[in-house]
């Protein structure tokens, strides 16, 4: 490669910024190791391994500078220290550990054996140089967003209309054909499923599976390769810079599943990989008294360690990489619980002036001690609402819950994120995501089916709040299918007309399922792959078709809180209507039978009914398995959407009483 030789010497190089940087004459190499004795800079020519030590260390940086090195240069370190798990440190000189701040992984690495010191992967040193021309972000509000959580590579695997050696690639997520579809749908931003380098568990390569979701970050720089189509010779970067340029270019926003949590390196047990040979003790929690064993909030077998600036630095930098470099639109963090559990991780990234700009979301949980902080993000953060997902269920399909709960969820649930100033929009509310259940396998489902995951149905959660609508799995009885068809749609129409932001799993508009397994994971086929040929295009036109009336009527996406405030018109912003036609009271809501009941949205500015905000809008909801008769608040109403109809959207005039289907949703306006 020209850059090195035997007797190459490293130049003193400076210890910022972290990783490695080509300035155009070289590169400079900065590693973080706080415990440390030496590191080796082993730089790749081929077959042969040049090792060049980095003779500086500044405020526990370890750092050199290869002049005519370039893009395109294969790097990893050797770490030399004590390998004493007691204290805490696991270093061991003889492995070959990837730079945590890697912008490029190459080589092939399944999780090797703990045994094994050649670890088959290292870093790449990249030329950031991309014309983005005059690319800006959509930053589409908050207000008016919705969420497409999307895999990079199930969502296009089978779509005939995108080229055969594009689909399941980042250039086939922005292919003409999937662009078409996110805006038939309407939906707003792609929320991706985990695109960093990560890698497959050892079990499952053992037993010939993987780990689809990706939920196993080895790289928070990289790019996940797989995903690579590389056409014509295009880097992995370029095709990635290339996708966020063409979605942008179409109005949709990215935001980025991000897995700072937990590593590819596990357990006690597991690889030696980067982060256990750079400095165990410092990017791991461990349990005091016990530094030879890790903490596990996560779940996987490791918790990465916040509370160490460095760490915390390693992170934020990521982040900023991925917003500034790359264009993304805003993260939605996995086990947010864990990042911010006696860390500055929250105040950090509350400061920071380029991430304030964009969307954060947090799954507001994690498996440590209070673990569950649904609500309890600060200002400028949404959550995953389960609360949402869990009552919203309940209601349609268990009866667990009754009307007091759903209208709480529909009220963008204040008792949870009205505090600290935060808006309707801090609520993130989703029937499905892509851990448990499909739409369609939620009406279709009364327990999980993962045998095929070959852990013997004990993976995936057991309390679904599914219903199969009499039958399990596939039927062909007409009475189960149109229970089927009426719930997937009364839930839809439930999602889209509640305050906060919907959030659909891609698929549920096509009517996918995955035979019933709750717990995809490892299924990487036909299973999770979006099974476009059998697509229900009445589904999916009844989806879009909701979400062209969320975007006309104002009152479905709030920005306020609903007060019960009147307007100009003597009509409040929010009346809970009874099927007697009068207001709901006191005991109504205690009611375990009441099935139905109505929400009438006015606008704020009024005028006649009509103001700039739009027509007051009457949602009429029941879940009985009968028809219920509402009398209609004073006013000539016409009906705009049935859920349960063959053509829902069909227009009619309602006067004094409207009834309402089964299990269905109607929506009207006043005229």
């Given at each position: 490669m020209g850059a090195v030789s035997d007797g190459t010497v490293l130049e003193a190089g400076r210890p910022c910024p972290l990783g490695a940087s080509w300035d155009g004459r070289g590169v400079n190499f900065a590693l973080f190791s706080a415990h440390a004795e030496a590191v080796e800079l082993c730089v790749f020519d081929g077959q042969l391994i040049h090792t060049l030590p980095l003779r500086r260390c500044t405020d526990q940086v370890w750092h050199g500078y290869l002049a005519g090195a370039a893009p395109g240069l294969r790097y990893a370190y050797r770490v030399h220290g004590p390998d004493a798990p007691e204290r805490g440190q696991r270093f061991d000189s003889g492995r070959l550990l990837l730079d945590p701040y890697a912008r490029e992984v190459v080589g092939h690495c399944a999780s090797p054996a703990q045994d094994d010191p050649v670890v088959g992967v290292q870093a790449c040193v990249v030329d950031e140089d991309f014309d983005w021309q005059g690319d800006a972000p959509p930053a589409t509000p908050w207000a008016d967003t919705v969420l497409h959580e999307v895999h990079v590579k199930g969502v296009s695997r089978q779509h005939p209309e995108v080229p055969e050696t594009l689909r399941g690639t980042y250039a086939g997520l922005a292919s003409p054909a999937m662009i078409a579809h996110f805006q038939r749908l309407g939906v707003t931003a792609l929320s991706l499923l985990p695109v960093h380098h990560f890698l497959d568990e050892q079990r499952l390569s053992d037993a010939g599976r993987v780990n689809y979701w990706g939920y196993n970050t080895l790289a928070f720089f990289a790019p996940e390769p797989r995903y690579a189509a590389g056409i014509e010779g295009q880097a992995l970067i370029a095709e990635f810079k290339t996708m966020i340029r063409t979605l942008h270019a179409a109005g949709l926003e990215v935001i980025l599943d991000v897995v700072f949590n937990h590593t590819a390196e596990t357990d006690a047990f597991g690889p030696t990989l980067s982060f256990r040979g750079i400095d165990n003790h410092s990017y791991y929690l461990l349990p005091p008294g016990n530094l030879a064993a890790y903490e596990n909030f996560s779940g996987c077998g490791n918790t990465f360690n916040l509370t160490q600036p460095r760490v915390l630095q390693l992170v934020m930098d990521a982040l900023r990489y991925w917003v500034g470099v790359m264009h993304v639109d805003g993260f939605r963090f996995d086990l947010a619980a864990a990042l911010a559990r006696n860390s500055a991780f929250l105040a950090t990234l509350r400061?920071?002036?380029?991430?304030?700009?964009?969307?954060?979301?947090?799954?507001?949980?994690?498996?440590?001690?209070?673990?569950?902080?649904?609500?309890?993000?600060?200002?400028?953060?949404?959550?995953?609402?389960?609360?949402?997902?869990?009552?919203?269920?309940?209601?349609?399909?268990?009866?667990?819950?009754?009307?007091?709960?759903?209208?709480?969820?529909?009220?963008?649930?204040?008792?949870?994120?009205?505090?600290?100033?935060?808006?309707?929009?801090?609520?993130?509310?989703?029937?499905?995501?892509?851990?448990?259940?499909?739409?369609?396998?939620?009406?279709?489902?009364?327990?999980?089916?993962?045998?095929?995951?070959?852990?013997?149905?004990?993976?995936?959660?057991?309390?679904?709040?599914?219903?199969?609508?009499?039958?399990?799995?596939?039927?062909?009885?007409?009475?189960?299918?149109?229970?089927?068809?009426?719930?997937?749609?009364?839930?839809?129409?439930?999602?889209?007309?509640?305050?906060?932001?919907?959030?659909?799993?891609?698929?549920?508009?096509?009517?996918?399922?995955?035979?019933?397994?709750?717990?995809?994971?490892?299924?990487?086929?036909?299973?999770?792959?979006?099974?476009?040929?059998?697509?229900?295009?009445?589904?999916?036109?009844?989806?879009?078709?909701?979400?062209?009336?969320?975007?006309?009527?104002?009152?479905?996406?709030?920005?306020?809180?609903?007060?019960?405030?009147?307007?100009?018109?003597?009509?409040?912003?929010?009346?809970?209507?009874?099927?007697?036609?009068?207001?709901?009271?006191?005991?109504?809501?205690?009611?375990?039978?009441?099935?139905?009941?109505?929400?009438?949205?006015?606008?704020?500015?009024?005028?006649?009914g009509k103001a700039k905000g739009g027509p007051t809008l009457l949602c009429l909801i029941n879940r009985d398995e009968i028809p219920v008769p509402f009398l209609l608040p004073p006013g000539v109403w016409k009906q705009i959407c049935d859920s349960s109809a063959k053509t829902p959207f069909t227009s009619c005039r309602r006067e004094k009483t409207s009834p309402v289907a089964a299990r269905s949703v109607q929506l009207l306006s006043l005229e």
């Open positions: 400061q920071d002036p380029l991430l304030q700009q964009v969307k954060l979301i947090a799954e507001p949980w994690d498996m440590g001690p209070d673990g569950y902080q649904l609500g309890g993000f600060l200002p400028g953060w949404s959550e995953w609402n389960d609360r949402f997902r869990d009552d919203v269920r309940a209601f349609w399909l268990t009866g667990e819950v009754g009307a007091g709960a759903l209208a709480q969820r529909l009220s963008g649930s204040s008792e949870l994120f009205s505090k600290s100033g935060r808006a309707p929009q801090a609520s993130v509310n989703f029937i499905t995501a892509h851990d448990g259940f499909t739409l369609r396998d939620l009406v279709s489902y009364q327990e999980k089916h993962n045998e095929l995951n070959g852990e013997n149905n004990r993976d995936g959660h057991g309390h679904n709040l599914s219903w199969n609508c009499g039958e399990e799995g596939e039927s062909t009885d007409p009475v189960v299918l149109e229970k089927r068809r009426r719930l997937q749609r009364a839930l839809l129409t439930t999602l889209l007309i509640a305050q906060g932001v919907p959030m659909l799993q891609a698929g549920d508009e096509l009517g996918r399922s995955q035979g019933g397994n709750n717990n995809a994971y490892c299924q990487d086929n036909e299973m999770t792959w979006l099974d476009w040929q059998h697509a229900d295009t009445e589904l999916i036109d009844f989806v879009a078709e909701l979400l062209a009336l969320r975007r006309r009527f104002p009152q479905l996406r709030q920005d306020r809180w609903l007060t019960g405030e009147t307007n100009d018109d003597g009509l409040p912003d929010a009346l809970w209507w009874h099927p007697a036609g009068r207001p709901m009271g006191g005991g109504d809501w205690q009611s375990a039978k009441l099935g139905a009941f109505g929400l009438q949205l006015a606008s704020r500015e009024a005028g006649s």
